[in-house]
């Protein structure tokens, strides 16, 4: 029998998923994210690199946005569900934040730096959900130039 934990993780990743097929729709890379305290979503966002010609509107990144500027204590006690492992970007936002949790859908595409997260006193948890896996290889099977270009700003491969 699952927990009520797993269940909030599958249900918050669900809504993460629902906002990288957002990004999707708009021509984007399928990457989404929610900020979660309480049971309750604080901030929801989808990578908007292309859709906005951002340098850092990474999913983490447009849903800490959308939360605004909250206390210290709400980010303290939130997690954060996130479609792909986040990047170096993310993961600097989530220390500063003290964000006590982070539950990823996949990271078999792309490997952040989660043992950088972990010895920060992070909980990660990776959830290996294969509908994050394919929505985001799908992507990068139809649009290899944009994924490479992308992977090449900020240092990664995914040889």
Known sequence: MESNT????HYFMTQAIIEAKKSLKEGGIPIGAVLVADGRVLGRGHNRLIQNNSVILHG???????????RGVDY?????????????MCSGAIM??????????ENTTLVGPEDLLKESGVEV???????CRE????????NP????TELERVGYSTD
Do not use: N
């Open 6 to 9: 797993e269940l909030d993780d």
């Open 60 to 70: 983490e990144m447009d849903c800490f946005e959308s939360a605004g500027r909250l």
């Open 76 to 88: 303290h006690k939130s997690t954060l569900y996130t479609t792909l492992s986040p990047c170096t």
């Open 96 to 105: 500063l934040y003290k964000i006590h949790r982070v539950v990823i859908g």
């Open 125 to 131: 948890e990776v959830m290996g959900m294969g509908e």
């Open 135 to 142: 929505l985001l290889e799908q992507y990068i099977e139809e």
């Open 145 to 148: 130039d944009v994924w490479e």
